[in-house]
């Protein structure tokens, strides 16, 4: 009985210390150059149902079901999805505008596992007439999600298809 206690007691022990040393925190963000001006970009990104000409996660599930609700392009616009195991269930809510810089969102992931993350994408001019464009996500790892981040990246899961849809995202604009 007493080395069972000290095992379970270590198991403890290690947990907590797990927790203690796991990232709190996760910041995944990928840039690409457009050769469209700023505010042509700009306007295009700030559209949650543009998104779906561009987004990888739609072309992993061409068949899922999208709702929109509210104004498009606007504060309090939502996009509702629900897909194969690939994408999951979720919406994304337009939070701020900062026009021709800055749209901010939140994603409420439903399924496979409930999660929020504050998403964005920035313009900025990189000379020449073209856009920089950055696409990325933040949020907090709540325990017990923070001790698996130990082991797996953030950047690792999500960084190629961010990757691969701002390379769609290039190639349907400058067509």
Same mark, same amino acid.
């Given at each position: 009985?007493?080395?069972?206690?000290?095992?379970l007691?270590?198991?403890?022990?290690?947990?907590?210390?797990?927790?203690?040393?796991?990232?709190?925190?996760?910041d995944v963000?990928?840039?690409?150059?457009?050769?469209?001006?700023?505010?042509?970009v700009?306007?295009?990104?700030?559209?949650?149902?543009?998104?779906?000409?561009? %987004?990888?996660?739609? $072309?992993?599930?061409?068949?899922?079901?999208?709702? +929109?609700?509210?104004? @498009?392009g606007? &504060? /309090?616009?939502?996009?509702?999805?629900?897909?194969?195991?690939?994408?999951?269930?979720?919406?994304?809510?337009?939070?701020?505008?900062?026009?021709?810089?800055?749209?901010?969102?939140?994603?409420r992931f439903?399924?496979?596992?409930k999660s929020?993350?504050?998403?964005?994408?920035?313009?900025?001019?990189?000379?020449?007439?073209?856009?920089?464009?950055?696409?990325?996500f %933040?949020?907090?790892? $709540?325990f017990?999600?923070?001790?698996?981040?130990? +082991?797996m990246?953030? @950047?690792?899961? &999500? /960084?190629?298809?961010f990757?691969?849809g701002l390379?769609?995202?290039?190639?349907?604009?400058e067509e």
């Open positions: 009985m007493t080395t069972l206690l000290y095992i007691g270590g198991i403890v022990l290690l947990v907590l210390l797990l927790a203690l040393i796991a990232p709190k925190t996760y963000s990928r840039s690409i150059v457009v050769a469209k001006p700023k505010n042509e700009f306007a295009y990104l700030r559209s949650l149902k543009k998104q779906d000409e561009w %987004s990888p996660w739609s $072309k992993k599930d061409p068949d899922m079901h999208k709702e +929109f609700r509210g104004t @498009d606007e &504060v /309090g616009a939502v996009s509702y999805w629900k897909g194969n195991k690939e994408v999951g269930e979720g919406e994304q809510e337009i939070t701020k505008i900062v026009d021709g810089e800055r749209v901010e969102s939140e994603l439903l399924k496979p596992f929020t993350s504050d998403a964005y994408m920035t313009t900025e001019d990189s000379g020449n007439g073209g856009t920089k464009v950055t696409w990325g %933040s949020g907090k790892n $709540k017990p999600m923070s001790i698996m981040m130990l +082991f990246s953030m @950047d690792k899961m &999500v /960084g190629k298809d990757e691969e390379e769609s995202l290039k190639a349907k604009l």
